[in-house]
Each structure stands twice: as structure tokens, then as C-alpha cells.
């Protein structure tokens, strides 16, 4: 049996040329469109046109609010195109809390609950008219295998709704315009205390414009005005606002912060999100990229480059195992992609001390089944070379590395295999130490770890507990899933619940 063959269609999530060149296109500079009349306040102002974004808009844009919508990249849904190789993941089969790292999983629960699976499926097939196909791995794609069928019907839908998109709009500086909304209403001057006292309450006879903000937009015609090398560096240091020119203010009177995080920041995920939340007075769980490959110094790397085979990877740290994920596993030049590798990747970041990772390339076998199975081969198959028995579990490549490092002649017969050697090609094929250096960072991060802490948000509506008319939902939020379409779940699901609940 080929141990490579049933896994290939796992790596298409990993990206491919086309990503790149779509990476590369992003730099190129692009007109923006030119406001000739002014335009009404409107209701919902929706910061961010990622996928969590731009269901946030559709969903308050159909609970009856005028909404716009801002875009920081001058070209809209970028990671949406990108995703699962240009293909769009956009779900999973089953999806539970039990799929995401991050803040309370019952509060994650609750959100998917809202808008589950089910409701995904029939709101793809018969609302955005993207008929969807799911493939033996569990997960969802469009039929069409590409992920701009999906952008489209997002826009289309938003479009068909009045949502107004705005693009090459960052914003970068978040007010509230409460003292003066205050004093035309006649609450009196003490309107901040009020607000804070009332959090997320609605006060009677209070109309919705209490709640207004204004918001600072830097014009964005490329890349180049969002600082990858500030993202470099970020950790648990404060986030300021950006250090950008605010070309215009646009007013609003509820905002959803649907602004991402820090991966692949040339789409402009460079972490000004997490400065307007800041502002606003929220915590940040400081970032760590997440689904971003492993760099190693492996000599697997060199001696079995491109190859793919279904792998448990273990983490260590301090002497214990603190987590482990299966999947297949793609060795690289550089280290290890597949989504073995990104699962573990957050898991790498956020260990402390010393760390290593191991590879285990007989999932479900132990040291007990695998002798059993190398004496069984020396009584009954005495002919059988090393090469054909370590072929039973790994590919012929790294066999050919197994035998080298356990000083065995792949050629030579089992029986004529000392103890010792013997013992060290099953403990390379159980436990072999991948010698993990880091990751790739943000730059190939398919989604950030960290984010707002998710016990900051009102769990039914996402709406802040510190900052009235502010809701939070996406990536922004301290909620990241394992690879498989679950992040563009969450996305969904979050983006329904504040749009909702915004719109209002």
C-alpha cells in the first residue's frame, strides 16, 4: 500500500502558485472610487470585508439598518480568495467548540449554535445561489472550486441588500461623538459615566444615536500603507493607533469590528484592529500566528522534500506531551506544512521553555504492536529487507533517511537486524524528534491566535461589555479553529450574531 496516496487532496488547502501570484498583485496600486455628494449617517458602520465582515453588513443590512461598509485594502475579500488554495473551504460536516482554541468554549458553542452547520448549508445553496459539494475529508467547497464564486455571491447578496462597500477605507482611529449626541438629547454632561453604567442596556427613551462614533479613514491605494515589519514585532506590547494621516471621519451610530488579525498582513491584517478595540477598552490576548507551517532542520527536509503521509505530531515541553493532532503531514525544504503541521503550530507558540515536536508515522501503533510486527516478519517473511518493512508504514524516501541514521543497509534481510537497530528504526518510525526550530510567522499564518478576550463581548449579541454600539466578531476575537473550514464557520456564525443584533 502506498502510505502517501489517500492524503494527497488534504494538502490543497496549503497554498499553491496561484496564492502567490495573488499575494504579488495585491502591491499594485488601485483607483478609488471618488465621493461626489455627501451620503446619510449611516445606522451600522462594519469595519473589515473579510468574510466575517461582509456577513456582518448582509445580516444587519436585512435587519432593516443602513449600513456601510470599510474595507482597508483597496481590493475587497482578499483571504477569501486565498483560501484552501483558491479554493474556499467555507465549513465543515461537523463542526463543535471542541474545534477551537482560544477564549470559553461555551461561549463559542453558543455562537455556532446560532448559526450552525445547517443553516450555513441551506443559506450557501439558497440564499447566495453557491451550490456546494463535500468531499471525503468532511469538508465543504463550492462546486465550482473556486473561491471567487463565493466572493461574488457574498458582494451580489450585500449589494442586493444596500450595503454600501467602501474600499482602500482604513480606519484608524475610533471616537465616540457621545458628549454632543448627549447634550442635544438632554442627558446632561455626565454622558460617560452613563454610558459605562449602561453598557449594552438600552435606556428608555433613548434613541440609538447615543451610541454614535466616528471614525478616522486613512485613503489606502496599496499595500504599502500597512507596516508588516510593525507586525513583525508584535507580542504583548500595547497597540497604539496606527501612525497614519486621518484623511476623512465617517460617522456611525453602531460598529462591528470585523477587522481580522495579523496574518498574511499585505492584505492589511497588520494588527490596527486590535488598536481600536484597545481604545475602546479592551484587552488583548496577545497574537501568535496560527495554521502557519514549521521551520526544521530535519535531514528529512532535504532527503524527502515533497512528500506526504498521514502523521501523528506530538508537542513536548518541560518533560510532558501537551498536545497532540493527526493529519497528513508534507515534508518541505524548509520544515513542515500539511495540516499535521499548521494544527500544532499555535501549540508551538504558545509553549514555554524548551520545546520539540516528534513524529509518529504509525498512528494507533505502539512499541508492543511493532515489534510483534518486526518478529512476525523475521519468522514467517525471513527474506523480507528492511526497505519492504519500514515500507509498510512510510514512504520509500524516508525509509532510505530511517536506515542511514539507524546505520542499516536497507537491503540487508530482517533477521540479520541487530537488537539495537532494530530498536532505533522503530523508535524513528514511533517517536521521531522533527527538530522544530519555529514557524513561518504571519506572513503564511492562514488566521491569528489571540485577539480580543472573548469574555469582553456579551455572548448572545457580541456587542462590547465596555463599549456600547460596538460589536466585535471574526478573527478579531480571541476563537481560532483547526484547519478544515472551521474558522470560515466561525466567521459565519459570529458575523450573523453581531449583524443581527446590530442591525436592530
Known amino acids: 500500500m502506498d502510505p502517501t496516496g489517500k492524503i494527497k487532496r488534504d494538502i490543497d488547502d496549503q497554498p499553491k502558485t496561484s496564492v502567490e501570484g495573488l499575494l504579488r498583485s495585491i502591491e499594485e496600486p488601485q ?6 455628494e455627501p451620503r446619510p449617517m449611516p445606522d451600522v458602520a462594519v469595519i473589515g470585508a473579510g468574510a466575517a465582515g461582509l456577513t456582518a453588513a448582509l445580516r444587519a443590512a436585512q435587519s432593516g439598518a443602513r449600513v456601510v461598509l470599510l474595507n482597508a485594502h483597496p481590493k475587497i475579500g482578499l483571504k477569501i480568495l486565498m483560501s484552501g488554495g483558491t479554493r474556499c473551504n467555507v465549513t465543515h460536516e461537523a463542526v463543535s467548540e471542541r474545534d477551537f482554541n482560544g477564549g470559553s468554549r461555551n461561549v463559542i458553542a453558543r455562537i455556532l449554535r446560532a448559526f450552525d452547520v445547517a443553516a450555513t448549508l441551506a443559506w450557501f445553496e439558497d440564499e447566495l445561489d453557491v451550490p456546494l459539494k463535500l468531499e471525503e475529508s468532511g469538508k465543504y467547497f463550492p462546486v465550482t472550486d473556486e473561491a471567487q464564486t463565493v466572493l461574488d455571491a457574498l458582494l451580489a447578496a450585500c449589494n442586493r441588500a444596500g ?9 484608524v482611529r475610533i471616537e465616540r461623538d457621545a458628549k454632543e449626541i448627549a447634550k442635544e438629547e438632554e442627558y446632561g454632561a455626565d454622558v460617560d459615566e452613563l454610558l459605562v453604567e449602561t453598557a449594552g442596556v438600552s435606556l428608555p427613551g433613548n434613541p440609538s444615536s447615543i451610541r454614535n462614533f466616528r471614525l478616522g479613514i486613512q485613503t489606502v491605494r496599496d499595500a504599502t ?4 515589519g510593525i507586525v513583525s514585532r508584535r507580542g504583548g506590547q500595547g497597540w497604539a493607533p496606527p501612525n497614519a494621516k486621518v484623511d476623512r471621519w465617517v460617522s456611525a451610530r453602531r460598529v462591528i469590528l470585523a477587522s481580522g488579525g495579523l496574518s498574511f498582513p499585505r492584505t492589511g491584517s497588520d494588527g490596527a484592529g486590535y488598536a481600536l478595540a484597545a481604545s475602546c477598552g479592551h484587552t488583548i490576548v496577545p497574537p501568535v500566528p496560527a495554521l502557519t507551517p514549521l521551520t526544521a532542520d530535519d535531514p528529512l527536509c532535504r532527503d524527502a522534500q515533497g512528500v506526504t503521509i498521514d502523521a501523528e505530531l506530538a508537542l513536548w515541553a518541560g518533560g510532558k506531551r501537551l498536545e497532540v493532532v493527526r493529519g497528513s503531514l508534507l515534508i518541505a525544504h524548509f520544515g ?11 501549540h508551538w507558540l504558545r509553549a514555554d521553555g524548551e520545546r520539540r515536536v516528534t513524529a509518529n508515522f504509525a498512528p494507533g501503533a505502539t512499541h508492543e504492536t511493532m515489534m510483534a510486527a518486526w518478529l512476525d516478519a523475521v519468522k514467517n517473511a525471513p527474506e523480507r529487507t528492511v526497505r519492504r518493512q519500514l515500507g509498510r508504514w512510510v514512504p520509500e524516501r524516508i525509509a532510505a533517511r530511517m536506515c542511514v541514521e539507524a546505520g542499516v543497509d536497507p537491503a540487508r534481510a530482517v533477521p540479520q537486524v541487530s537488537r539495537e537497530q532494530r530498536s532505533a528504526l522503530i523508535e524513528q518510525l514511533l517517536e521521531r524528534d522533527l ?7 504571519y506572513e503564511k499564518a492562514e488566521v491569528t491566535a489571540g485577539g480580543v478576550a472573548l469574555s ?6 457580541l456587542v462590547s461589555r465596555f463599549s456600547p454600539g460596538l460589536y466585535l466578531c471574526g478573527e478579531i476575537l480571541d476563537v481560532e479553529g483547526r484547519l478544515g473550514g472551521f474558522n470560515f464557520q466561525w466567521s459565519w456564525s459570529s458575523g450573523t450574531v453581531a449583524g443581527r443584533a446590530a442591525g436592530k
Do not use: Y
Not at 483607483?31 to 461626489?36: A, G, I, K, S
Not at 450595503?163 to 480606519?171: D, H, K, Q, T
Not at 527538530?435 to 510567522?441: A, N, P, Q
Open 336 to 346: 513542515f506544512s500539511g495540516p499535521a503541521a499548521l494544527d500544532l503550530s499555535r
Open 435 to 441: 527538530r522544530v526550530k519555529g514557524t513561518l510567522g
Open 31 to 36: 483607483p478609488l472610487p471618488v465621493e461626489t
Open 456 to 461: 469582553e463581548v456579551d455572548a448572545s449579541t
Open 225 to 228: 500603507a500597512f507596516d508588516a
Open 163 to 171: 450595503v454600501r462597500i467602501e474600499s482602500g477605507a482604513r480606519v
